[in-house]
C-alpha cells in the first residue's frame, strides 16, 4: 500500500521506501523549548562554500553535536550532545529503529536564508544514507528533484516538531533544498542526525 504523505489536492504519493513524513513527531511544547534553547546555546558558524569557483558565505547558520568527519572524510574530535538533543535523538532512533551517532543543525534566520540542491553524501560504504531530519520553527518548504529529470520535481512543507526520514536510494537519485522565500519569515531549525561511525 502506499502511503499518503501530501494534501489531497497534491499529486505526489511518495514511495514510503524513500521518505516518510510526520507532522506532529514531538509534542509542541517540546519543540518550543529546543528551538529556543538552540537558537540560544548552539555553537552556530557560517562557513565559506565554493560555487563556480567563487567563494560565498553559506547562507545559513550551522552547528554539529556529537560524532563529525571533515570535509575530507576524516573522523573529528565528538562534540558533547546536550542533554535535551540526547532526549531527541532517543525518541528519532526508537521511532525510527536506526542508530545515529552526530547531528547537523541549520538555522535559518529569515526567508534569505537557504541550502542549494544537493544530495547528501555522508554514507557509510556500502549502506544506504539514512538521514532523520527534525524541524523547528517557521515553516519552509522543502524541495526535491530527480537528478536526472529535474522536471520531475516535488515540494513538503515541513511543520515545527515535524521529522522526515530520507532512506533507500533517495540521496542516490534525488536532490533536495530549501529555498530562499519570497515572503517575510521568521527562524527555522532543522537537525539531521546522521550516521557518522561504523
Ligand atoms: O533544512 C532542511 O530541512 C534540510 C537540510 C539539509 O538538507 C542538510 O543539512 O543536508
Ligand atoms: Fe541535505
Redesign the pocket.
Known amino acids: 500500500m502506499q502511503q499518503k504523505l501530501f494534501d489531497d489536492d497534491e499529486q505526489l504519493l511518495l514511495p514510503p521506501d524513500l521518505m516518510e513524513y510526520l507532522p506532529a513527531f514531538i509534542p509542541q511544547q517540546q519543540a518550543d523549548n529546543l528551538f529556543r534553547l538552540l537558537r540560544e546555546a548552539a555553537p552556530w558558524e557560517q562557513h565559506n562554500q565554493v560555487l563556480y569557483e567563487k567563494t560565498v558565505i553559506t547562507p545559513r547558520l550551522s552547528a554539529w553535536y556529537g560524532e563529525r568527519r571533515s570535509k575530507e572524510g576524516l573522523s573529528q574530535p565528538p562534540i558533547p550532545w546536550l542533554p535535551e538533543l540526547l532526549q531527541l535523538k532517543e525518541q528519532v532512533e526508537s521511532h525510527t529503529g536506526l542508530n545515529f551517532q552526530g547531528v ?1 543543525l ?1 538555522y535559518y534566520r529569515n526567508e534569505k536564508d537557504s ?1 542549494a540542491w ?1 544530495a ?1 553524501k555522508d554514507t557509510l560504504p556500502g549502506r544506504k544514507t539514512e538521514i532523520a ?1 527534525v ?1 523547528l520553527g517557521q515553516v519552509r518548504a ?1 524541495d526535491f528533484r530527480k537528478k536526472t529529470d529535474h522536471r520531475q520535481r516535488y515540494a513538503l512543507d ?1 511543520a515545527h516538531g515535524s521529522l522526515l526520514l530520507m532512506k533507500g536510494d533517495l540521496q542516490l537519485y534525488w536532490e ?1 533544498r ?1 529555498a530562499k522565500a519570497t515572503v517575510p519569515m521568521t527562524g527555522r531549525i ?1 537537525l ?1 542526525f546522521r550516521k557518522v561511525a561504523g
Open positions: 547537523l541549520n541550502v544537493h547528501d531530519s524541524s522543502f515541513l533536495h530549501i532543522n539531521t
